[in-house]
């Protein structure tokens, strides 16, 4: 009984540790045993019975043998005196259970039954996972972290049981986490769903502030307000581009929260990140000259629709707060619009002379298309057809002493001195 109740209390700790019911890891066990019983009575194999019951603290096996009034010729039968001595109504022609010692089993047995439980597990904990987190790719969990490495920088984060790993380079720059802090983080993706399944999880993502927007403003979770883009560049600034459809409900507003507690709930939470909120607009000019915030934008003139481009004219005083340190600002609008952004000051730095753009009567200069691989072929041959009904022209008056190269450049004047040919 004393070795059972080591058992059950190492199947209870295995159970806890991988967060396993204790009845579904008893069949996995079960399973296990029969097949390790089966390797060491290889001819019983269908006589084999496992019992275990947590209750009673019973964990036994038996072979079933039939009864006899002969000599045994194996383990499957037993003789009818010594049936008798097993239990007194016994019977020849009835069957009685013989207690297998599983500690006799065999170690290649009991290595077989190890490695047969440490599957199973694996294969529990992998549908666990999946059945946990596949739901929630691609959205925003609160974890606590229980783990800081201070060499590699890597943090262990706990939910509902199920460790996760936080790598460096997807933690806020600048950030330090505390063990005990709850924190929020985004899924950004499962890999290894059919073997080993590792959850990605990330703080830099542009995506983990938009889910914190849902979190905390009521109407873009029910949609009243909508998100149109985000660009960001963790731990220093993020611009979300927001639009109402409801004409009374204002997006930035809703946004900013009444004495701005809403964003600061998410400014807190991104430990300090700078966010410019955006009203999204239709007009591409319009939305442009918002993405440059805090700059003040004079003209906006959109140059290629095709290639997305555009030229911006601000103040000569704003030029670098426009472009922002190292290009961020600009950057964050470019990648926020989806336009390639040029910015130039209203006055020329040397010359003090007004940027043309800002002329009523600027119009953009129209670029050549190139031409498809049908219209240059097309053209060739045109070209080719002329050619040669010039060179025949040429050869009918042509003197016999025409030179034999011709030279591509346009013809000097005639005061030039002669330039030098190589063939």
């Not at 004393?2 to 199947?11: G, P, V």
């Not at 001595?85 to 009991?110: C, F, N, Q, Y």
């Not at 542009?206 to 905390?216: A, G, I, P, Q």
């Not at 873009?220 to 459809?245: F, H, L, N, Q």
Request: some cysteine; aromatic content about 4%; proline content about 5%.
């Amino acid at each position: 009984m004393n070795k059972n109740n080591a058992f059950f209390k190492a199947l209870e700790s295995l159970g806890e540790e991988n967060s396993v019911e204790t009845d579904l890891l008893i069949e996995k066990v079960k399973s296990a045993m029969l097949k390790a019983a089966k390797r060491a009575y290889p001819h019983s194999e269908d006589r084999i019975r496992v019992e275990i019951d947590p209750r009673t603290k019973k964990f036994e096996m038996y072979i079933v043998q039939d009864i006899i009034d002969d000599y045994p010729i194996d383990e499957n039968e037993v003789n009818i005196a010594e049936a008798k001595v097993r239990d007194p109504h016994a019977v020849v022609g009835g069957t009685i259970l013989k207690e297998i010692d599983i500690s006799k089993l065999g170690r290649m047995a009991a290595l077989s039954a190890k490695q047969s439980i440490k599957g199973d597990l694996r294969e529990i904990n992998r549908e666990q996972m999946l059945e946990k987190f596949e739901q929630k790719e691609h959205e925003c969990i609160t974890a606590k972290v229980s783990q800081v490495e201070p060499g590699r920088g890597t943090v262990t984060v706990v939910y509902e049981g199920t460790e996760l790993y936080l790598f460096r380079n997807e933690q806020i720059p600048g950030e330090t986490l505390e063990e005990g802090q709850s924190v929020k983080v985004y899924i950004t993706g499962i890999i290894g769903k059919n073997k080993k399944p590792v959850v990605k999880i990330s703080r830099t993502h542009k995506d983990l502030v938009k889910r914190l927007f849902e979190l905390e403003v009521p109407e873009i979770y029910d949609g009243t307000v909508e998100v149109k883009s985000i660009s960001r560049e963790a731990g220093s600034r993020t611009k979300i581009a927001v639009w109402s459809k409801d004409p009374n409900v204002d997006a930035v507003g809703a946004c900013i929260g009444a004495k701005r507690s809403r964003i600061t709930a998410i400014v807190n939470e991104l430990s300090g990140e700078k966010i410019d909120i955006i009203p999204w607009s239709e007009v591409p000019e319009e939305f442009i000259a918002r993405a440059l915030a805090p700059a003040e934008v004079l003209k906006t003139i959109i140059t290629s629709e095709e290639e997305k481009t555009c030229t911006v004219i601000v103040p000569n005083n704003q030029l670098s707060l426009a472009i922002g340190n190292k290009g961020q600002n600009a950057k964050l609008a470019a990648k926020l619009t989806g336009f390639k952004i040029d910015i130039k000051p209203r006055f020329d730095s040397l010359t003090n002379e007004e940027a043309p753009e800002m002329s009523p009567d600027f119009v953009v200069p129209v670029k050549e298309k190139p031409e498809t691989e049908e219209e240059a072929e097309e053209t060739e041959a045109a070209a080719e057809t002329v050619v040669s009904e010039n060179t025949a022209e040429n050869a009918e008056t042509a003197p016999e002493t025409a030179p034999e190269t011709v030279e591509a450049e346009a013809p000097a004047e005639e005061t030039a001195p002669e330039a030098e040919t190589e063939e």
